[in-house]
């Protein structure tokens, strides 16, 4: 196996052993900026929620209670009004997806999942807890959720949640006294929780790892080329040449050309010992003729 053969085996090894590093810490970092995207989206969108329930709260609520209404309005609920809005958002964005999950909702439609129900459960056994996520696979691919806790700090609230007796009529009559009830203050009864895919992050996270490595992959190419051509040109060529012109003298050609040396690197320093031993030589077989 040739010196030009073996540097460029080890040039392979070490740039595909790097590359395989580089591709997994890569694929790493944009898995972990794909998530912090569809995170921070997420979070626009509790916050959007959450701006809805206040401002339902503080401004709907007692405008329509002053009218002295005597039926039950739903637009008066923050919860209803949060997802009334952001279902308009989901029409526009199917793959959006937010819902006010409660154990025991009022709207059966608000009914926590299996997995709705977990991430509530979380809140009920860390008090502390102030937000919880969790990635569910799903036939769109990966989904992000993210949760916060619908705590019961507002007495109020009771009115509507304790019993079915304390509870507006047109309410009860509405829905019915068998659900959204018994409700304690303090106690974690639901969650906002904001659903929104993975796979265009991840896409456009893919897309980018792809472009990294193939940059990689090209410079590669180009400096093992740029290698190779010198190491032709510098090493190889020159020691092919003194190594034709070593087996000339070895075999009695007296007449052989001397290598003609030029810079001052290592090849040159041969090739000046090499000529060296060649008119050393020379000069011994001269005094060795008759």
């Known amino acids: 196996m040739g010196l030009k053969a073996k540097f460029n085996l080890v040039m392979l090894a070490s740039f595909v052993l790097g590359l395989a590093l580089a591709a997994v810490f890569s694929w790493q970092v944009a898995r972990r900026d794909a998530r912090r995207e569809v995170e921070q ?17 503080s401004q709907i609520a007692p405008l329509l209670a002053d009218q002295n209404q005597q039926r039950f309005l739903p637009q008066t609920i923050p919860f ?14 199917p793959d959006y997806r ?8 009022t709207n059966p439609a608000d009914k926590a999942t ?32 993210i949760a916060r806790p619908v705590r019961i700090t507002d007495r109020d609230c009771l009115t509507c949640h304790s019993t079915p007796q304390a509870a507006p009529a047109a309410m009860v009559d509405l ?4 659900n959204g009830f018994n409700w304690q203050l303090g106690a974690v009864e639901g969650a906002q929780i904001v659903s929104i ?7 456009r996270g893919n897309q980018l790892l792809l472009i990294q490595v193939g940059g990689l ?29 070593a087996v000339a ?22 090739a000046a010992s090499f000529n060296r031993m060649r008119r050393s030589l020379a000069s011994a077989m001269r005094l060795l003729e008759p």
């Open 175 to 178: 829905y019915g006294a068998k």
């Open 114 to 145: 299996d997995w709705e129900a977990g991430m509530i459960d979380a809140f009920r056994r860390d008090p502390a807890l102030t937000s919880f996520a969790i990635t569910r696979d799903s036939p769109a691919g990966p989904v992000l959720s």
């Open 217 to 245: 992959a090209t410079i590669f190419a180009v400096t093992l080329l740029l290698l190779n051509l010198l190491l032709h040109f510098v090493i190889i060529r020159p020691v092919r040449h003194i190594s034709g012109l």
């Open 249 to 270: 003298v070895s075999t009695g050609q007296a007449d052989a050309p001397e290598f003609v040396e030029s810079g001052h690197d290592e090849i040159s320093a041969l």
């Open 80 to 93: 209803y009004a949060a997802e009334t809005t952001m279902r308009a958002l989901s029409s526009k964005f």
């Open 98 to 105: 937010y819902k006010e999950a409660a154990l025991n909702p």
């Open 197 to 203: 895919p993975m796979r265009v992050a991840l896409a």
């Open 41 to 57: 989206q997420a979070l626009v969108m509790l916050e959007q929620a959450t701006a809805v329930r206040d401002y339902t709260e």
